[in-house]
Each structure stands twice: as C-alpha cells, then as structure tokens.
T-cell receptor
Framework: DTAVSQTPKYLVTQMGNDKSIKCEQN?????MYWYKQDSKKFLKIMFS???????INETVPNRFSPKSPDKAHLNLHINSLELGDSAVYFC????????????FGPGTRLTVT | AQTVTQSQPEMSVQEAETVTLSCTYD???????LFWYKQPPSRQMILVIR??????QNATENRFSVNFQKAAKSFSLKISDSQLGDAAMYFC???????????????FGKGTKLSVIP
C-alpha cells in the first residue's frame, strides 16, 4: 500500500514542452508539498497546500503551477520546460503543520533535453 | 530565515562501527522541530529520527540517536553498529513550531553521503 505515490517516476522531454507530474496520498493528510532536488542533491520547498489552499509559494517561476483538486491530490504542471528544470521532484504530505512528519513520495526524475 | 548546515559532504564508516554526522542550524525561534532523513540510492526519503526543541532528552530510534545541543544549535546523528544498508545520503532538516507558513515547510541541509565499508 503506497502512502504517497507519484507518476511518472521518470520523465524525459524536450525544451519548450509542457508536462505534468501527479501526486496522490492515501494517508488522509490535509497538507501536501512539492520539493525540488537539484543535481547537487539540495532539497528545497516549492509549494505547500493545506486543505487545498496554497500556503507556501517559494520563488518559483510562474511556469510552475500546482493544482490541488482535493486533499489527496497535488499535481504539478510545468509550462515551457527549460534545461534548468531538470531535477528530481518530490511530493510529500503531512497532517497539518507544527512538526508533523512529512511522508515523501518516490520522486520524479525530470530530464529536459 | 532559518538555515541548516551539514559540514561533512562525505563520510565513511566500517561495518559494525559507530559514526556521527554533524548538523548545525541557525534560527531566532525557540520552538521548532529537527529531523534526520535518509535517502538511499533508491531515492526514497525516509524519516530516521525527530527531535522537538522543547525536549531536553535526546531522541533515540534503535541504532540511531541524536545529540541535541540547543544552545549551540547543534543536532548530530549517531549511528551505532553500522550496517551496509545504512549507506545513503543523510539530510538534516528544520521545521518551525510557530503557527504560520514556516511550519509548513522543511528546510534542509545539503546532505552527507555516508559510505559503509564491509
């Protein structure tokens, strides 16, 4: 039983394309996140949603648009992909903020050629 | 803004030995949470251990324990009886305990790559 799942796990695409990464959690959590891990393994928050409302939107290009159709899903849509978008994108979820552990999905490795 | 520093990009340990990974952080807050996450080659992020700043007692999970020094803003991870499966990237992370946006994100250090030598 996968707690936090992401599709696809690997995504190879060309510059200029638009792509989406889907995330689903079956833990009943009310908060979901997107993190980006760059080529040097550095992890940084991109977005956070609580009860389908955007809580955190870090300085991410507006080509990145998260969408939360319900509390169990948080999708990431990326327009006009650039070489610098190549990274591993992790979805995570938790029950609220205030210290509750975040459970991570398996990550999606995005390669832009 | 909070920052987390892991000063050891790579470390190695002999199997069955003990190793300590260092982490320091900078914050003006008095209430927060600290975490160690493990990322094996499979890429999956796995929570190893968690520490609440208001607790003086160091957290322990089986072979994993922390040395939490609040005044020094230090949070090191000790792995005892190291096993081959412990080989991974280890990330130290900070999370605010104050209500607000800061409590909804983890701030990570840059990681320490741990190798275990048979």
């Amino acid at each position: 039983d996968t707690a936090v799942s992401q599709t696809p796990k690997y995504l190879v695409t060309q510059m200029g394309n638009d792509k989406s990464i889907k995330c689903e959690q079956n833990l009943g959590h009310d908060t979901m996140y997107w993190y980006k891990q760059d080529s040097k393994k550095f992890l940084k928050i991109m977005f956070s949603y609580n009860n389908k409302e955007l809580i955190i939107n870090e300085t991410v290009p507006n080509r990145f648009s998260p969408k939360s159709p319900d509390k169990a899903h948080l999708n990431l849509h990326i327009n006009s992909l650039e070489l610098g978008d190549s990274a591993v994108y992790f979805c995570a979820s938790s029950q609220g903020g205030l210290g509750h552990e975040q459970y991570f999905g398996p990550g999606t490795r995005l390669t832009v050629t | 803004a909070q920052t987390v520093t892991q000063s050891q990009p790579e470390m190695s340990v002999q199997e069955a030995e003990t190793v300590t990974l260092s982490c320091t952080y900078d914050t003006s807050e008095s209430d927060y949470y600290l975490f160690w996450y493990k990322q094996p080659p499979s890429r999956q992020m796995i929570l190893v251990i968690r520490q609440e700043a208001y607790k003086q007692q160091n957290a322990t999970e089986n072979r994993f324990s922390v040395n939490f020094q609040k005044a020094a803003k230090s949070f090191s991870l000790k792995i005892s009886d190291s096993q081959l499966g412990d080989a991974a990237m280890y990330f130290c992370a900070y999370r605010s305990a104050l209500a607000g946006a800061g409590s909804y994100q983890l701030t990570f250090g840059k990681g320490t790559k741990l190798s275990v030598i048979p």
